[in-house]
């Protein structure tokens, strides 16, 4: 017999499960990978288990700005490796993200939108003023070309492996971009019609990047995750074929519809995916539709259920 004991949590982070959403999408063939099922919670633990391979030496003290996702998996990997962890994240964050950031022992600071130029919330500007110093590192995920290639590299052949290659259809939800480009651009890699299809909440950046069409309005959303005022660096847009935008309500509808009927407690940006799904279907008769759910929905209870 083997051992199959890991060294730490950090060796736990992967080989999630995927699951048909038969209940919701009957006569339609969709899966979804559930990444909350992650150590640290989220999907984040790869890219930064991820970047951290890159980490300068002697770095005694990690930032990273963040919707709480990749906050909480920073601060996981902090705590495993004894380095120093300052998350950034918009005051509008939930608790039970910031709270999960604090259990690991980094320190959050919640950011007003007047912090810096980030419109949604300077959280960013923030990350870039505490990261001055030595043995600081940034990681910067809405900039580092590394946010994409660990998807890349890690979830995309991940995801391929488990669905034996069958798909037709990524449709994903994009906040950084790095998981719509990254496996996006490896599933066109083995099989190039592969259609890949981004959801956003309304008024986000990124429909108008890849297909021009203007916003209606400013951004504004209480889906957490997805939607950016501006598009970030990690988003390729050589590699998403269309945007499709949903209502806010619809986003949290299908989050509690994915609880209720298919016993999937996700968030917020799985529900506004699984919303996309519904809104797709006309066009998706006949494939094979796979998505990825990006974190828990315990960790919007007291916000969305
Ligand atoms: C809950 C949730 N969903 C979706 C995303 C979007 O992933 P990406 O940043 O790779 O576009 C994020 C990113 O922070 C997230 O936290």
Known sequence: MESQVKSS??????????VRLGRLFPGV????????????????????????QSLPAGTAHVVESSS??????????????????????PQTTSIEKIKRIRAYGAEVHLCAPEDGRDPAGGYQAV??????????HYLDQYRS?????????????????????????FVCGIGSGGTISGIGRYLKEQKPDVVVLGVEPRNSAYRKVVSDVSAEGPFVSVVEG?????????????????????????????????????????????????????????????????TVFPDSGVYYLSKYF
């Open 145 to 169: 070309a590394l946010n994409r290639e660990a998807h890349y590299r890690d979830t995309g052949p991940e995801l391929w492996r488990q669905v034996a290659g069958e798909v037709d259809v």
């Open 226 to 290: 997805v939607g950016k005022c501006q598009a970030s660096r990690s988003f390729d847009p050589d590699v998403v074929d269309d945007v499709v935008q949903i209502a806010d309500e619809d986003a949290l509808e299908w989050c509690r519809r994915l609880a209720a009927e298919e016993g999937i407690l996700a968030g917020g940006s799985s529900g506004c995916v699984a919303a996309g799904i519904a809104q797709l279907l006309p066009q998706l008769a006949g494939k094979r539709v796979a």
């Open 9 to 18: 949590v950090m060796d736990a982070i992967g080989d999630t499960p995927v």
């Open 127 to 136: 990350a870039e003023r505490l990261a001055q110093g030595e043995n600081i």
């Open 29 to 52: 063939d969709v899966v979804a990978k559930l990444e909350y099922m992650n150590p640290g919670g989220s999907i984040k633990d790869r890219m930064v288990r991820f970047m951290l």
């Open 68 to 89: 709480g996702n990749t906050g909480a998996a920073l601060a996981m990997a902090s705590a495993v490796l004894g380095l120093r962890c300052d998350v950034t994240v």
